[in-house]
């Protein structure tokens, strides 16, 4: 696969800006036509999240993330004439993606997209959860792209994933990039593995509803990020943080938009179910509201979205303070914004350094403090973080790859984009005012393939090649008429004959 992946990235570093948009188009047409069709197979296959939702978050990750990008080009060379520099872009080559079993689909597509966007092939390995809706959505990707003129392989799925097998992948020589999205695990895998990675760490978003904030906005806002997809997304709030002079008033707007206050008995039935041994009951990621009540001995009722769950002080030890993938939120108050930010302070201590917070507020300075003193690097304002910060239903670039930057162990700090799987090549000239760079107007060492795509050139030896798909190829009889084979072909004759001469004469 990876051999096939880098001949193909090879092939596809030549094409031309209006190529790679033919392909890249094509691509994200297919996967948006896909997206119920994916969504309601990944949900059905993992168990985990809401099939409109994931519908939602496959459409902004395939046509979404090709309108965001629209107009900029990754492809051709930059000519800044100002400073005498001539800037060339070099694709990474060949890209590992891992994908989650969360957010299996949405990653798939947005993670090939990027890829082919900067002219890079990828091989997709998914989470063994989430296999068969991740390597179906796959394949579809390929063939579209093939279709569209890419390189035979220039996208591949593992179909069967294992943890030797992708170690293998990641150390390989022939991968140029991994692109790691999972859990902690994963991440510190991919970073061990000798290749360069792109890694994200977890999440464990505080949100804090100061005394300014829009109440009966906040808690709506809250309450539909929580339940959305059921919180599989790292970016969902996990600790909300409020002032006590709102506290009342936030929790009767939660409990009107479809949340269940619990009380002090339910909190702790619902802490023992969720964190039995002091981790995680990973049960209980992506499922909904009224099931994990059901499993904690909890009466709710079946319209319950999203479980609070009060406790008192944000501490390691207290585990409602950490992370939890499904639509349960912990909940403190404090007597005031300060002591707020404080609180949130010490949330991302416990999990989540660099990745991201929220805070529903109108004051100015308070959300300066706020973003100032809490170590994140995104911070969603008075919109719900799952799709805030993520950069659903803000400016933000749209990611399914959070990046948490130097605080949070990570080598990117950005929402993950086109520009990371790729370099710049830069010929500078002379600075002196003397020495004249001549005009690059117009020049564009690219071009856009002609003809039909060959398909990838598997030895005759190599019995254990899988069988290159005929639709994804050119038929025989022309790719034996292609000239450029041929006189390759000839060149491998003349020297299999000069080499055999040379043994006869010994």
Same mark, same amino acid.
């Given at each position: 696969?990876?051999?096939?992946?880098?001949?193909?990235?090879?092939?596809?570093?030549?094409?031309?800006?209006?190529?790679?948009?033919?392909?890249?188009?094509?691509?994200?047409?297919?996967?948006?036509?896909?997206?119920? /069709?994916?969504?309601?197979?990944?949900?059905?296959?993992?168990?985990?999240?809401?099939?409109?939702?994931?519908?939602?978050?496959?459409?902004?990750?395939?046509?979404?993330?090709?309108?965001?990008?629209?107009?900029?080009?990754?492809?051709?060379?930059?000519?800044?004439?100002?400073?005498?520099?001539?800037?060339?872009? /070099?694709?990474?080559?060949?890209?590992?993606?891992?994908?989650?079993?969360?957010?299996?689909?949405?990653?798939?597509?947005?993670?090939?997209?990027?890829?082919?966007?900067?002219?890079?092939?990828?091989?997709?390995?998914?989470?063994?959860?989430?296999?068969?809706?991740?390597?179906? @959505?796959?394949?579809?990707?390929?063939?579209?792209?093939?279709?569209?003129?890419?390189?035979?392989?220039?996208?591949?799925?593992?179909?069967?994933?294992?943890?030797?097998?992708?170690?293998?992948?990641?150390?390989?020589?022939?991968?140029?990039?991994?692109?790691?999205?999972?859990?902690?695990?994963?991440?510190?895998?991919?970073?061990?593995?000798?290749?360069?990675?792109?890694?994200?760490?977890?999440?464990?978003?505080?949100?804090?509803?100061?005394?300014?904030?829009?109440?009966?906005?906040?808690?709506?806002?809250?309450?539909?990020?929580?339940?959305?997809?059921?919180?599989?997304?790292?970016?969902?709030?996990?600790?909300?943080?409020?002032?006590?002079?709102?506290?009342?008033?936030?929790?009767?707007?939660?409990? /009107?938009?479809?949340?269940?206050?619990?009380?002090?008995?339910?909190?702790?039935?619902?802490?023992?179910?969720?964190?039995?041994?002091?981790?995680?009951?990973?049960?209980?990621?992506?499922?909904?509201?009224?099931?994990? @009540?059901?499993?904690?001995?909890?009466?709710?009722?079946?319209?319950?979205?999203?479980?609070?769950?009060?406790?008192?002080?944000?501490? $390691?030890?207290?585990?409602?303070?950490?992370?939890?993938?499904?639509?349960?939120?912990?909940?403190?108050?404090?007597?005031?914004?300060?002591?707020?930010?404080?609180?949130?302070? @010490?949330?991302?201590?416990?999990?989540?350094?660099?990745?991201?917070?929220?805070?529903?507020?109108?004051?100015?300075?308070?959300?300066?403090?706020?973003?100032?003193?809490?170590?994140?690097? /995104?911070?969603?304002?008075?919109?719900?973080? $799952?799709?805030?910060? $993520?950069?659903?239903?803000?400016?933000?670039?749209?990611?399914?790859?959070?990046?948490?930057?130097?605080?949070?162990?990570?080598?990117?700090?950005?929402?993950?984009?086109?520009?990371?799987?790729?370099?710049?090549?830069?010929?500078?000239?002379?600075?002196?005012?003397?020495?004249?760079?001549?005009?690059?107007?117009?020049?564009?060492?690219?071009?856009?393939?002609?003809?039909?795509?060959?398909?990838?050139?598997?030895?005759?030896?190599?019995?254990?090649?899988?069988?290159?798909?005929?639709?994804?190829?050119?038929?025989?009889?022309?790719?034996?008429?292609?000239?450029?084979?041929?006189?390759?072909?000839?060149?491998?004759?003349?020297?299999?004959?000069?080499?055999?001469?040379?043994?006869?004469?010994?």
């Amino acid at each position: 696969m990876l051999e096939r992946a880098r001949w193909a990235a090879r092939a596809y570093a030549d094409y031309d800006q209006a190529a790679v948009s033919a392909i890249t188009t094509a691509v994200a047409d297919a996967a948006y036509g896909a997206a119920e /069709r994916f969504a309601a197979e990944a949900v059905a296959e993992t168990g985990m999240g809401v099939v409109a939702d994931k519908v939602i978050k496959n459409r902004a990750c395939s046509r979404g993330i090709l309108d965001y990008y629209r107009g900029q080009d990754f492809v051709s060379p930059r000519v800044d004439t100002v400073n005498k520099i001539v800037e060339i872009p /070099r694709p990474a080559g060949v890209v590992l993606a891992l994908t989650p079993t969360t957010n299996p689909v949405s990653t798939v597509y947005f993670k090939v997209l990027l890829a082919l966007m900067t002219r890079n092939a990828v091989v997709v390995a998914p989470h063994p959860r989430a296999k068969q809706s991740s390597a179906d @959505a796959a394949r579809l990707l390929a063939d579209a792209a093939v279709a569209a003129g890419a390189p035979d392989g220039i996208v591949q799925v593992v179909e069967e994933p294992s943890i030797p097998l992708v170690e293998a992948l990641m150390a390989d020589e022939r991968t140029d990039v991994i692109v790691a999205t999972g859990g902690t695990g994963v991440v510190r895998a991919a970073y061990s593995s000798g290749t360069p990675a792109l890694g994200v760490g977890p999440g464990n978003v505080p949100v804090l509803v100061d005394a300014s904030a829009d109440i009966t906005a906040a808690a709506k806002r809250i309450v539909d990020s929580k339940a959305f997809d059921n919180s599989v997304l790292c970016t969902n709030e996990s600790v909300l943080i409020v002032e006590d002079s709102v506290a009342d008033a936030l929790r009767s707007a939660m409990t /009107r938009a479809g949340a269940h206050i619990l009380d002090a008995d339910a909190t702790e039935r619902l802490r023992a179910y969720m964190f039995a041994d002091g981790h995680l009951n990973t049960d209980v990621v992506g499922r909904d509201a009224a099931w994990i @009540a059901g499993q904690a001995g909890i009466r709710v009722t079946p319209k319950t979205r999203v479980l609070v769950a009060p406790f008192d002080h944000v501490i $390691s030890e207290e585990m409602l303070a950490h992370e939890k993938l499904s639509p349960v939120i912990g909940m403190t108050t404090v007597p005031d914004a300060a002591r707020g930010i404080r609180a949130a302070r @010490a949330v991302v201590r416990i999990g989540g350094a660099g990745h991201s917070a929220a805070i529903h507020s109108e004051n100015a300075s308070v959300i300066t403090e706020f973003a100032t003193q809490v170590p994140v690097l /995104r911070v969603s304002v008075n919109v719900g973080n $799952s799709t805030g910060s $993520s950069g659903l239903e803000t400016n933000l670039a749209p990611s399914m790859t959070i990046g948490t930057g130097f605080v949070g162990r990570s080598s990117i700090g950005e929402n993950l984009r086109p520009d990371n799987l790729m370099n710049w090549a830069r010929i500078a000239y002379n600075s002196a005012p003397g020495v004249a760079m001549p005009s690059f107007a117009g020049i564009d060492p690219w071009r856009s393939p002609a003809g039909p795509v060959p398909e990838y050139p598997c030895a005759s030896n190599d019995r254990g090649a899988p069988p290159v798909s005929p639709s994804r190829s050119a038929p025989a009889a022309r790719r034996a008429a292609d000239p450029s084979i041929e006189a390759l072909r000839a060149e491998l004759r003349a020297l299999v004959v000069e080499e055999l001469a040379q043994l006869i004469k010994r």
